[in-house]
């Protein structure tokens, strides 16, 4: 068989595994291999070769290669847990910066306890230890886990689309998890156990920095607001796809959907309160990764200030742009519009300062074809019961209104986060969550496929890292615009998206990682959800214009 790699074709005996046909590779690359991608579809490196094609060696500085670390670091916790402290129900909550937070909701995690679950982390590393899959059947699989009380992996069993179970195993310990494993311990060297708050960290490195555990970020809006929207979801039941999935086989996901609305709708009625209460605020800024919901909150938000005799008034940062010849550039030579720099900063606060002293201003719209402000003769200001409601990715950044004084802000961060676990061990990624409502929306509304918005996420996840992340935690509130039922009802309009994607595209291994979440989830009609839920802003359907 013929396997081209870095553009060279070699022949290889077909059947062979990827770690013997690429062993010198391996062994020489100079970052450990962790797995492959083979003809654009990801595999451990135990997978044996069938087909011609081309394949990438994949280290963590690769998307999929990270995500296969990330999932061996919880795999040999997990054993280190179960035979030193059998007894703990662990769970793996969310990813915090470079982190993963868990906790147990049966025992209380101590120092002791983590230094002792490291040590035995270290032990198995040093080992080197074979981790390989075993497949069952469903039968099998049936008395496997009535044998061992474990939900993880469990779902598997409601999958239509698989015939078998499988999971992982390594020296008596066997655990689910989703997507290709490492095939041995000796690679995951680089980690660290952390004391945090309840539960604790366990620590990896960037894909940016592989080589070392960068020093830890602290996120406490972040965790806060994550914390609150899990423990409400415990304790209705809702925290893992095989919770909900009961719920929608039992025809009760109406009421659900009406409970995460009603939530929504009571964070934003505590959220205008608190605006209305500081008399001082002259204007809301609100700033969130793509595909949080930012129009369709910032419209709901509206209609609570009303309520509150506020009147809210929206001006576009989109329209404060310089001039085209003005505009930075990018380290390729293309116009970068997403730098703070690319906005008339003078302009927009002078504006910012004669509206909120009540002054009229003269209202710019931008040309993007011409890359110039024009000026029609609309103009613009404010009376005493209205206030500005601004929205952009700079939102957060004080250098975007730097003539205002700090205490007539009020700074917004939302984002879709995601509580929604598979299993105790298999969390669902926010940026997931975010990526498959772009992909809905970009189809609708824009006419993008899937393929589009794919090969562009990384470019849009590029900026949030620049320009959003870092000034997440300078938000006065973080509101979460997640809802535990959204991909049972994204399910429908994204996997035919998806399915239009082949082998032929290096999108394929995302298309298919992403399709294989969704068929765990059972589908959810969109006739229950309201005119005015967030959700409606990508599947359409809305009272909003938007």
Known sequence: ??????????????????????????AEAELPIIAARLNNYVFSLNHKIQEEGEIELLDIRDNDGMRTYIRGLLYIMGKAFKEVYPETDLIVNYQLHNAMYCDSVSKEITEEMLKNVNDRMREIVAKNL??????????????????????????QLEAKQKDNVSLYYCEEYYNYFYGVMPISTGILQLFEMKKYQKGFLIRYPSRRKPTELQPYIEGMKL??????????????????????????????????????????????????????????IKMVLIA?????????????????????????????????????????????????????????????????????????IFVPKFNFETGKKEYSGETMHLDKDEILVIEGIHCLNDILTSKIPREQKYKIYISDLTVLNIDGFNRISTTDSRLIRRMVRDFNYRGYSAMHTLKMWYSVNRGEEKYIFPFQEQADTMFNTSLVYELGVLKDYAIPLLKQITTASKEYSEAIRLLDLLRYFESIPADDIPKNSLLREFIGGSIFGY
Do not use: C, W
């Open 1 to 26: 068989m013929k396997i081209t790699y870095q553009g060279q074709k070699r022949e290889i005996t077909e059947g062979v595994r990827i770690k013997e046909a690429f062993a010198k590779e391996i």
């Open 130 to 155: 074979e981790i390989t899959k075993v497949t069952m059947t469903k039968a099998e699989a049936e008395a496997f886990y009535a044998k061992e009380q474990t939900e993880n992996g469990k779902l």
């Open 223 to 280: 965790l806060t607001a994550l914390q609150e929207y899990e423990d409400i979801h415990r304790i209705l039941g809702i925290d893992t796809v095989h919770r909900l999935n009961e719920i929608v086989r039992k025809g009760k996901i109406s009421e659900t959907i009406l409970i995460d609305e009603a939530l929504h709708e009571k964070k934003l009625s505590d959220l205008a309160d608190q605006i209305a209460s500081r008399k001082n």
């Open 288 to 360: 969130g990764p793509s595909s949080s919901g930012k129009t369709t909150f910032a419209k709901r938000l509206g209609i609570q200030l009303r309520l509150n005799g506020i009147r809210p008034v929206t001006i576009s940062v989109d329209n404060y742009f310089v001039e085209r010849e003005d505009t930075p550039k990018d380290e390729h030579g293309n116009y970068d519009f997403e730098r703070i720099d690319a906005i008339d900063l003078n302009l927009f606060n002078d504006h910012l300062l004669k509206l909120l002293n009540g002054e009229r």
